[in-house]
């Protein structure tokens, strides 16, 4: 029965996973940009729910609904002014600048908010739900939920809205795109804004469960990196597949190779689908 | 080439004259600058040359750093324990690259640096080796003074630095300079031109790392401690990428130009900035990469700057 436990421990950390490589999973896909940003992005989103929860009492579920136009403004805005101007340029250069763009967003955090790590305790807790064998806690399990929600309104948006359609058609083909009407560097500032926007989002879901840190986001960074491995370019089921299976991978490997380990093994993982199946388990060929 | 040569040899020996002054500052700011150099020219065999955007540099330099700490735990001395470390990084490149160069773009931006990932996590749970988080100390060296010291591992670091130079130099008037830039241009058409491509980028990225563990080892013998958060810091990846950007990316000096001017820069920003440091680092970056991508030489030397390609 042990077994059970952690293939649900495995998913409801996976769920959360997919929601933070959706957004970095969209824009590599579309800008063919590696964020550098999204784990800082999502650090500071942590940073919004546990203030605001300490210093106005609102819920961290809820303080999603501010961070999410916050951060879209903020990914807009920054895609406009700096990123649109590389965009073009070789990938060695967009991710210098994103990376330097990095150290100063968890410079500027770790200036404003100390190295402390904080914790975000709800007063009351939400206690556990039992199924079975299984023990969740009931926040875990809700921050999962809300972070597959996330996850799926983002396929929705993609897959139903006119702007998810144009940005679909310029990760197939931008010059065709831009043929068809389609104004590129809006859909791509939006593309980014979307990005930063999911980040921001799961930064809350993600302080419900662990302890926040300024400079916890390339551990975040590195989790998304492995999912859009092992899931794809590109594709919200893609982001949505690998985070699960990466969840429950790091959950058995801590069981049978313990939890030092957990980080290699998913690393190891990472190379073996790179130079096993480069285009991902659902990838399709073509679209990078 | 023989210019090439003779301007460097007249730089390194300038450069040797620095100890004659006798400052500690000068000596430390001195021997960090050559290892700077070296790492700086060792990413321009795969990142300036190929066009490979490798993040392993900081990889090859934890791993030397141990593996020459390691091997002198074990009693071997110290010049032959950094000789060591750079066949270790050597023989590790060579592996590595079999399996990662035949990544492309961001996918193998990304394999590199997760190598120094996986290496810092294993190096950290290798306790009985390595010491793990409590990182690992090293035996003091047999010189008396504290001067002394400095000034042996500043010529040390310059002897390495000048090894690394004439490496590039050479490299880069050989023919399998030639057929990196070739590669650099369009890999595919280099293929079918006869240019062995994977045997190239092998050779690249070894070159690329040899030196770097090397200068790990002695970076470690120079502190007489290491820990994994140190010597695998990502940082060193990015800092050697972007003082090859600075200086020029494939040119033999821009490397060395790039390195200097990078830590004048990083100097006075520690001096005044302490606490906001790396974000004043990181927008020096951002200022780089959008005003200046291709460096500092493109400047001096227009013509060469339109022979590459876009």
């Given at each position: 029965?042990?077994?059970l436990q952690?293939?649900?421990?495995?998913?409801?950390?996976?769920?959360?996973?997919?929601?933070?490589?959706?957004?970095?999973?969209?824009?590599?896909?579309?800008?063919?940009?590696?964020n550098i940003?999204?784990?800082?992005?999502i650090?500071l989103?942590?940073?919004?729910?546990f203030?605001?929860?300490?210093?106005?009492?609102?819920?961290?579920?809820?303080?999603?609904?501010?961070?999410?136009?916050?951060?879209?403004?903020?990914?807009?805005?920054?895609?406009?002014a700096l990123?649109n101007?590389?965009?073009?340029?070789p990938?060695?250069?967009?991710?210098?600048l994103?990376?330097?763009?990095?150290?100063v967003l968890?410079?500027?955090?770790?200036?404003?908010?100390?190295?402390?790590?904080?914790?975000?305790?709800?007063?009351?807790p939400l206690?556990?739900?039992?199924?079975?064998?299984v023990?969740?806690?009931?926040?875990?399990?809700?921050?999962?939920?809300l972070?597959?929600?996330?996850?799926?309104?983002?396929?929705l948006?993609?897959?139903?809205?006119?702007?998810?359609?144009?940005?679909?058609?310029?990760?197939?083909?931008?010059?065709?795109?831009a043929l068809?009407?389609?104004?590129v560097?809006?859909?791509?500032?939006?593309?980014?804004?979307?990005?930063?926007?999911?980040?921001?989002?799961?930064g809350p879901?993600l302080?419900?469960?662990?302890?926040i840190?300024?400079?916890?986001?390339?551990?975040?960074?590195?989790?998304?990196?492995v999912?859009?491995?092992?899931?794809?370019?590109?594709?919200?089921?893609?982001?949505?597949?690998?985070?699960?299976?990466?969840?429950v991978?790091?959950?058995?490997?801590?069981?049978?190779f313990?939890?030092?380990?957990?980080?290699?093994?998913s690393?190891?993982?990472l190379?073996?689908?790179?130079?096993?199946?480069?285009?991902?388990?659902?990838?399709?060929?073509?679209?990078? | 080439?023989?210019?090439?040569a003779?301007?460097?040899?007249?730089?390194?020996?300038?450069?040797?004259?620095?100890?004659?002054?006798?400052?500690a500052?000068w000596?430390?700011?001195?021997?960090?600058?050559?290892?700077?150099?070296?790492?700086?020219?060792?990413?321009?065999?795969?990142?300036?040359?190929?066009?490979?955007?490798?993040?392993?540099?900081a990889?090859?330099f934890?791993?030397?750093a141990?593996?020459?700490?390691?091997?002198?735990?074990?009693?071997?001395?110290?010049?032959?324990?950094?000789t060591?470390?750079?066949i270790?990084?050597?023989?590790?490149?060579a592996?590595?690259?079999?399996?990662?160069l035949?990544?492309?773009?961001h996918?193998?931006?990304?394999?590199?640096?997760?190598?120094?990932?996986?290496?810092?996590?294993?190096v950290?749970?290798?306790?009985?080796?390595?010491?793990?988080?409590?990182g690992?100390?090293?035996?003091?060296?047999?010189?008396?003074?504290?001067?002394?010291?400095?000034?042996?591992?500043f010529?040390?670091?310059?002897?390495?630095a000048?090894?690394t130079?004439a490496?590039?130099?050479?490299?880069?008037?050989?023919?399998?300079?030639?057929?990196?830039?070739?590669?650099?241009?369009?890999?595919?058409?280099?293929d079918?031109?006869?240019?062995?491509?994977?045997?190239?980028?092998?050779?690249?990225?070894?070159?690329?790392?040899?030196f770097?563990?090397?200068?790990?080892?002695?970076?470690?013998?120079?502190?007489?401690?290491?820990?994994?958060?140190?010597?695998?810091?990502?940082?060193?990846?990015?800092?050697?990428?972007?003082?090859?950007?600075?200086?020029?990316?494939?040119?033999?000096?821009?490397?060395?130009v790039?390195?200097?001017?990078?830590?004048?820069?990083?100097?006075?920003?520690?001096?005044?900035?302490?606490?906001?440091?790396?974000g004043?680092?990181?927008?020096?970056?951002?200022?780089?990469?959008?005003?200046?991508?291709r460096?500092?030489?493109?400047?001096?030397?227009?013509?060469?700057?339109?022979?590459?390609?876009?």
């Amino acid at each position: 029965m042990l077994y059970l436990q952690i293939l649900a421990n495995g998913l409801v950390l996976g769920g959360l996973y997919a929601c933070i490589a959706a957004g970095f999973s969209l824009v590599w896909g579309v800008l063919n940009v590696i964020n550098i940003l999204h784990g800082s992005f999502i650090v500071l989103g942590g940073y919004l729910a546990f203030f605001g929860y300490v210093e106005f009492g609102i819920h961290p579920f809820a303080s999603i609904v501010i961070a999410a136009p916050l951060f879209f403004v903020l990914g807009y805005a920054l895609q406009r002014a700096l990123i649109n101007r590389m965009i073009a340029a070789p990938v060695l250069l967009t991710l210098t600048l994103t990376f330097g763009l990095d150290l100063v967003l968890s410079n500027g955090m770790l200036a404003a908010f100390t190295a402390d790590f904080r914790k975000l305790i709800l007063e009351p807790p939400l206690g556990v739900a039992t199924l079975g064998p299984v023990v969740m806690p009931v926040d875990r399990l809700a921050a999962m939920l809300l972070a597959l929600a996330l996850t799926g309104m983002l396929y929705l948006l993609l897959a139903k809205s006119r702007i998810g359609r144009a940005i679909v058609a310029v990760r197939m083909d931008r010059e065709a795109a831009a043929l068809m009407g389609v104004t590129v560097p809006r859909v791509y500032a939006i593309t980014f804004g979307l990005g930063a926007l999911m980040a921001g989002a799961s930064g809350p879901l993600l302080a419900m469960i662990f302890p926040i840190s300024p400079l916890g986001g390339p551990v975040y960074l590195g989790k998304a990196f492995v999912i859009c491995v092992l899931g794809g370019l590109g594709s919200v089921p893609g982001a949505m597949l690998g985070g699960l299976l990466l969840g429950v991978v790091e959950s058995f490997g801590a069981l049978w190779f313990g939890p030092e380990h957990a980080t290699t093994l998913s690393f190891v993982l990472l190379i073996l689908i790179l130079l096993l199946r480069p285009e991902g388990l659902l990838g399709r060929k073509g679209y990078a | 080439m023989r210019k090439d040569a003779l301007v460097a040899a007249l730089a390194f020996g300038l450069v040797a004259l620095v100890p004659l002054g006798g400052e500690a500052y000068w000596l430390r700011l001195g021997t960090t600058m050559l290892m700077y150099g070296v790492l700086a020219m060792s990413w321009n065999f795969i990142g300036g040359m190929a066009g490979y955007p490798s993040f392993a540099v900081a990889a090859f330099f934890g791993l030397g750093a141990y593996s020459g700490a390691v091997a002198q735990k074990f009693g071997v001395p110290m010049v032959l324990a950094w000789t060591l470390a750079g066949i270790a990084a050597l023989a590790f490149a060579a592996l590595l690259g079999v399996a990662l160069l035949r990544l492309r773009g961001h996918y193998f931006a990304i394999a590199s640096l997760v190598v120094a990932e996986v290496l810092r996590e294993l190096v950290n749970s290798a306790t009985d080796l390595t010491g793990g988080g409590m990182g690992l100390n090293l035996p003091l060296p047999t010189m008396t003074s504290i001067d002394a010291q400095a000034r042996f591992f500043f010529y040390a670091m310059l002897a390495l630095a000048a090894l690394t130079f004439a490496a590039s130099l050479f490299t880069r008037y050989s023919k399998l300079g030639f057929g990196l830039r070739c590669i650099q241009q369009n890999e595919a058409a280099a293929d079918m031109l006869g240019v062995n491509t994977t045997l190239y980028k092998v050779s690249a990225f070894v070159l690329s790392g040899a030196f770097v563990g090397a200068a790990g080892a002695v970076y470690a013998s120079w502190l007489h401690y290491i820990e994994p958060p140190d010597v695998f810091d990502v940082l060193y990846s990015v800092k050697a990428i972007v003082m090859v950007l600075l200086g020029g990316a494939g040119s033999v000096f821009g490397p060395l130009v790039g390195a200097a001017l990078f830590l004048s820069l990083e100097e006075l920003v520690w001096r005044h900035y302490l606490q906001v440091h790396t974000g004043v680092l990181g927008l020096m970056i951002v200022l780089l990469v959008l005003f200046l991508p291709r460096g500092l030489m493109s400047i001096s030397r227009r013509a060469w700057s339109r022979e590459r390609p876009r």
